[in-house]
Nanobody, 115 residues
Framework: QVQLVESGGGLVQAGGSLRLSCAAS????????MGWFRQAPGKEREFVAD????????AYADSVKGRFTISRDNAKNTVYLQMNTLKPEDTAVYLC????????WGQGTQVTVSS
């Protein structure tokens, strides 16, 4: 079955960096777009970034553009989110996502940015 397992979250000071990873299994990873979403306490889940199957196209939320970079390694079935210049408002659970008829989500990894 489909599994998306995130890692790399943690506590970081404002201005710092983190790199999230999402290891995927149970489907042909290289054929699908992948994405990252985040959800802060009391807020709606929001789109962060996505990348197409061929790595030729990426998209970002305005709030992270220029600070976050999404990438993927199809040989490792892994998608990454490099997060630089982190801000306290980036604090959230970050979830890996892909869609094939249904939405599939990982369990999430907590990112906490202290001011």
């Amino acid at each position: 079955q489909v599994q998306l397992v995130e890692s790399g979250g943690g506590l970081v000071q404002a201005g710092g960096s983190l790199r999230l990873s999402c290891a995927a299994s149970g489907f042909t990873f290289s054929m699908y777009s992948m994405g990252w979403f985040r959800q802060a306490p009391g807020k709606e889940r929001e789109f962060v970034a996505d990348i197409n199957w061929g790595r030729s196209s990426t998209a970002y939320a305005d709030s992270v553009k220029g600070r976050f970079t999404i990438s993927r390694d199809n040989a490792k079935n892994t998608v990454y989110l490099q997060m630089n210049t982190l801000k306290p408002e980036d604090t959230a659970v970050y979830l890996c996502w892909y869609k094939w008829r249904n939405d599939y989500w990982g369990q999430g990894t907590q990112v906490t940015v202290s001011s």
